[in-house]
């Protein structure tokens, strides 16, 4: 069975950093690129960031860019999002997701073309 699972979700001060992690089961991980997504309390769903596959190229949208990095451990099968300066609009629950042919850009990085998902961690960040 395909399957991711996140975890490393919790409450954090601003400021403050979080970790989180995207394990998988039952598909070849190594060769599917990576997305990270959020949704925020009566929100839709965003992409976040994204990896690929081979190179480890990576995306970020601009309210992430150069305070979350996302990168993979092929080797135990997980990605990581290491989440720095974390501010309130922060809070979402976050989902890792991938899909055969997944394009990781900012053209590709949009929900209906992931159909794979984890079943979300949630990142509180309040004082």
């Known amino acids: 069975q395909v399957q991711l699972v996140e975890s490393g979700g919790g409450l954090a001060q601003p400021g403050g950093s979080l970790r989180l992690s995207c394990a998988h089961s039952?598909?070849?991980?190594?060769?599917?690129?990576i997305a990270w997504f959020r949704q925020a309390p009566g929100k839709e769903r965003e992409g976040v960031s994204c990896?690929?596959?081979?190179?480890?190229?990576?995306y970020y949208v601009d309210s992430v860019k150069g305070r979350f990095t996302i990168s993979r451990d092929n080797d135990k099968h997980t990605v990581y999002l290491q989440m720095n300066s974390l501010k309130p609009e922060d809070t979402a629950v976050y989902y890792c997701?991938?899909?055969?042919?997944?394009?990781?850009?900012?053209?590709?990085?949009?929900?209906?073309?992931?159909?794979?998902w984890g079943q979300g961690t949630l990142v509180t960040v309040s004082s």
């Open positions: 997701a991938t899909a055969a042919g997944f394009h990781c850009s900012g053209y590709g990085l949009y929900e209906r073309y992931l159909d794979i």
């Open positions: 990896i690929t596959s081979n190179d480890g190229s990576t």
């Open positions: 039952g598909f070849s991980f190594d060769y599917y690129h």
